[in-house]
């Protein structure tokens, strides 16, 4: 069974940091690309940020770039995202997951993140 847990989440003040995880089990995680998503409200889910399975690759969307770092730790079968200077705009909630072949695709319950002075 596939569980994706995300946890980190919490209200910040602009300018603060946060750092989310995802523990992952029902899968071979080092095997697999991992993303996180966010979602805010009245907007649709959006991609934040990739990583490959080894964690040598990673992609992010244009507004995070230079401010979230995504990374993987492959023997804790955990997932990272690492969110600095954070803006009200982030205020979403955030969500991880993992897809592969046709039509496998995982998602988390997802985190709140709340961005508010």
């Known amino acids: 069974q596939v569980q994706l847990v995300e946890s980190g989440g919490g209200l910040v003040q602009p300018g603060g940091s946060l750092r989310l995880s995802c523990i992952d089990s029902?899968?071979?995680?080092?095997?697999?690309?991992m993303s996180w998503y966010r979602q805010a409200p009245g907007k649709e889910r959006e991609l934040v940020a990739t990583?490959?399975?080894?964690?040598?690759?990673?992609n992010y969307a244009d507004s995070v770039k230079g401010r979230f770092t995504i990374s993987r730790d492959n023997a804790k079968n955990t997932v990272y995202l690492q969110m600095n200077s954070l803006k009200p705009e982030d205020t979403a909630v955030y969500y991880c997951r993992v897809h592969w072949g046709l039509g496998v695709d995982y998602w988390g319950q997802g985190t709140q993140v709340t961005v508010s002075s």
């Open positions: 029902g899968f071979t995680f080092s095997t697999k690309a």
């Open positions: 990583i490959t399975s080894a964690g040598g690759s990673t």
